[in-house]
Every structure is written in C-alpha cells, then in structure tokens.
Nanobody, 123 residues
Framework: VQLQASGGGLVQAGGSLRLSCAASGRTFSSFGKGWFRQAPGKEREFVAAISWSGISTYYRDSVKGRFTISRDNAKNTVYLQMNSLKPEDTAVYYC?????????????????WGQGTLVTVSS
C-alpha cells in the first residue's frame, strides 16, 4: 500500500502548482483524503481534506480561496491545486488517507501517508 505524492517544486510568489497523490496497492475510493504540510521547525498542519465522494471539502483558513482539493476515484488519485502561492506556503506537502469516509482535519485520523513533496515559494 503506497501513496505517491508529486508535483512540488520552486515557484515565485503569486504562482501556481498542482500536487498529485496516486495510490497503489489497494483502492482508496471509499477513504477520505487529505493534504498536510510541514515547514522546517514546525509541526505538521492540516491543509485540505475531501470526502470519499468529493462532495465535501475542508480547508485551513489561510488557504481558502487559493487552494482546491479534488479527487478522481477512477484513477485512485487526489489533487491539490495551489494558486496565488505565498512564501509562507513553503513546506513539504504530504497526502494521506483515512478510513473516515467524510474526511477530517485531524492528522491523527489518517493511517496512510505519502512520502511528501517539497514546495518552495520564493518572494
């Protein structure tokens, strides 16, 4: 069972990136999915979550209106579209899956984690 995150990179402030997280080894179509991030010296924090159906989504306040989480269950993949990026968005971004079908903001509820992809936003 593996979650593989990709799409990170270096971008200037105001730019955009799209992160992808592909699952292998099993299907996660009935799982809630989430994106978290961890900046150097800081704790891992919630960014966005989505229910198994994609109908319900959740965002931390600082990314609302800029980030969009989505999923394609046929491809076993979840995405995070990040627009209007700011230097404070710089972090390693992790995708995760939870058995809570509705999704959740709680990091402890996620039992499956990807390896992380680095996003660096320059000013």
């Amino acid at each position: 069972v593996q979650l593989q995150a990709s799409g990170g990179g270096l971008v200037q402030a105001g730019g955009s990136l799209r992160l992808s997280c592909a699952a292998s080894g099993r299907t996660f179509s009935s799982f809630g999915k989430g994106w978290f991030r961890q900046a150097p010296g800081k704790e891992r924090e919630f960014v966005a979550a989505i229910s198994w159906s994609g109908i319900s989504t959740y965002y931390r306040d600082s990314v609302k209106g800029r980030f969009t989480i989505s999923r394609d269950n046929a491809k076993n993949t979840v995405y995070l579209q990040m627009n209007s990026l700011k230097p404070e968005d710089t972090a390693v971004y992790y995708c995760a899956a939870t058995t809570l079908t509705g999704g959740t903001t709680e990091v402890g509820a996620y039992g499956y984690w990807g390896q992380g992809t680095l996003v660096t936003v320059s000013s």
